[in-house]
């Protein structure tokens, strides 16, 4: 680097040397042919020197890239629900790319400025000041500090400014990801007009903001060009007058501007090098930010979880945010092993809370489930939810083949293994129908599956899962009655399973389950057999008559 550096500033001295000979009569042809081998030399090793050096200093920059973006990932994998309510999807996607390029470039070709710029810069001023003169050099450079005064009043401003400009690139991709995600939704509700005007109104805002950025990244040039305008007048006053009072020579006085004209350069990309060095502070505290950010449940337990034998909750009270509304108020439950618990009551009466905090998916408020007697939080988490197999409301099936998300339950299940948990979820029929079978790809979010198979897919993953809880939380709701009970008696049969939870809105689901709770308002108001409860006053009464009635004018429909 350094070498590159001298290499560039030296054939402004040959210049000197040859306009020097000339003056004083005594160039030769063969120093004039000596001159031009130098320069040749000098080209071809500036070449090789630069290339080089900035080879390495990118595939360092794409070596941090690298890291950065896996150290992210990690990170993402690690974390839970309350890490993702504080980031949306399109904000991770942007800082794990646009944010990842922006640092990557700021190492990459910011150092390769920086060092480029200070290095020639020096050598520059240095060759002004020992082969010209001090004085001149010091005279050409007075104009400087109003640079220096501006570059730094301005780059701080673009630290700000390119912060606003992200954030508003992660709401824009934000805002994509939503619409994409619910394209069927805005073309049923003929919503496409509206989305584009919101859309269109992200993308302004992102621009604003970027047109900011680009304003204030504009203001550099031409006030470097202006300010060495006021060098080189500087120095041609006082350069002409040395030379007249025979202090320097014509020779001197011509590389001594020629010089001037090199600092234009290293002075473009100092003040370029100030704009990308801001932009990546700002992507780097993005950055930093996600992977400083904790889902709080993070826990210095070291307790090994061998077996879940019982699960207790006694008068567990929960609300998701800090002094928040109660969602579970006052919940007394106790599960021992070999027993399947069916929960049900109203929308929203915190039913899948309770099962979410069974795998302490957000903070506990004050009270904690008990696990084998002890505090769950007395064990590691990672081995608490390695025991619990869980279908949520919302399944999730990756963009591959049905066998790779299969596989997710078990990494080594056999074929065979695979086919007995697609039966037991009553789902091997239809992938024997389908043309790849095992093979066949799922789409984007299981979308060539119908609902009730991606429901019985997320089943079957589950089953092969081998845990000691098993949660389906209204899992079955998009399978017919017939289907349904076929899968809670093969849950009930073949599973082996110890501890099954299920929610369910049907009251067929949970009938065969040892004990039922009914919530209501986060609170257990009703508990018993389906026996029991179908013959006490009360939510489960009134519910069962009415999803009979409802069953019985089905039946006369079809009939
Ligand atoms: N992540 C969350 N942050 C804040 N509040 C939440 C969150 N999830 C659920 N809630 C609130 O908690 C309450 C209980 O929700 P929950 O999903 O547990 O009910 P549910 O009984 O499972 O409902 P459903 O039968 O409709 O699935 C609701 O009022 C809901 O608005």
């Not at 350094?2 to 005594?26: G, H, M």
């Not at 150290?71 to 309350?82: E, S, V």
């Not at 912060?163 to 934000?174: D, I, P």
Request: with cysteine.
């Amino acid at each position: 680097m350094v070498f590159a550096s001298l290499l560039a500033v030296s054939p402004t001295y040959i210049i000197r040397l040859i306009i020097d000979a000339i003056v004083q009569k005594n160039l030769s042809t063969n120093s004039l042919i000596e001159f031009m081998l130098s320069f040749a030399l000098i080209i071809i090793l500036s070449y090789l020197t630069e290339a080089i050096w900035t080879f390495f200093l990118f595939t360092g920059s794409y070596d941090l890239q690298k890291e950065l973006r896996t150290n992210l990932m990690t990170h993402f994998l690690k974390m839970g629900a309350p890490f993702f309510h504080r980031f949306k999807t399109g904000d991770l996607i942007t800082r794990s790319t646009d944010d990842v390029n922006v640092m990557g470039m700021t190492v990459g070709y910011g150092l390769m400025v920086f060092l480029n710029t200070s290095l020639y810069l020096t050598f520059i001023i240095l060759m002004m000041i020992v082969t010209v003169s001090w004085k001149l050099t010091l005279f050409a450079l007075l104009p400087m500090p109003i640079l220096a005064y501006f570059i730094f009043k301005w780059g701080t401003q673009v630290d700000a400014k390119f912060t606003e400009a992200q954030n508003s690139v992660s709401e824009m991709n934000s805002e994509v990801l939503e619409i994409v995600d619910g394209q069927r939704v805005v073309r049923a509700f003929g919503l496409e007009d509206e989305m584009t005007k919101k859309f269109e109104d992200k993308v302004l805002k992102s621009r604003i903001q970027n047109d900011i950025v680009s304003e204030l990244d504009s203001r550099f040039m031409p006030l470097i060009t202006i300010v060495l305008a006021i060098s080189y007048i500087f120095s041609f006053g006082l350069g002409s007058y040395l030379v007249a009072q025979q202090q320097i020579s014509i020779g001197a006085m011509i590389s001594f501007q020629v010089y001037l004209t090199m600092i234009v350069w290293p002075m473009i990309s100092a003040g370029d090098l100030v704009n990308t060095m801001q932009q990546g502070a700002a992507s780097w505290r993005r950055i930093n930010q996600v992977l400083q950010a904790s889902d709080n449940l993070e826990l210095p337990s070291n307790c090994e979880l061998q077996h879940i034998e019982s699960i207790n909750f006694s008068d567990f009270h929960f609300s998701y945010e800090h002094n928040g509304r109660q969602i579970l108020d006052g919940i007394n439950l106790s599960i021992k092993s070999g027993q399947v618990i069916g929960i049900v009551g109203k929308t929203g009466s915190g039913k899948t809370t309770l099962l979410r905090q069974l795998g302490h998916r957000y903070p506990y408020s004050n009270e904690l489930p008990f696990i084998n007697g002890n505090t769950i939080t007395s064990y590691r988490t990672f081995d608490l939810r390695a025991k619990i197999a869980e279908v949520p409301q919302e399944h999730t099936l990756f963009s591959r083949t049905i066998r790779e998300n299969l596989l997710f339950g078990d990494s080594n299940a056999t074929d065979n293994q695979l086919w007995q948990a697609l039966k037991m979820a009553c789902l091997d029929d239809d992938i024997k129908r389908m043309k790849d079978g095992l093979d066949t790809l799922v789409g984007e979010k299981g979308i060539s599956l119908s609902g009730g198979q991606k429901q019985r897919l997320s089943l079957a993953r589950a089953f092969l899962r081998k845990s000691e809880v098993l949660i389906l939380d209204d899992a079955l709701s998009a399978v017919d009655a017939k289907t349904e009970q076929t899968i809670i008696d093969n849950l009930k049969s073949k599973i082996t399973t110890k501890i099954s939870l299920i929610v369910s809105h049907r009251l067929s689901a949970v009938s065969a389950a040892d004990l039922i709770i009914v919530l209501d308002e986060g609170k257990v108001t009703q508990s018993g057999s389906h026996q029991a409860l179908i013959h006490k006053p009360g939510w489960y009464q009134e519910q069962y008559h009415h999803q009979q009635i409802k069953e019985a004018r089905k039946f006369d429909n079809h009939h």
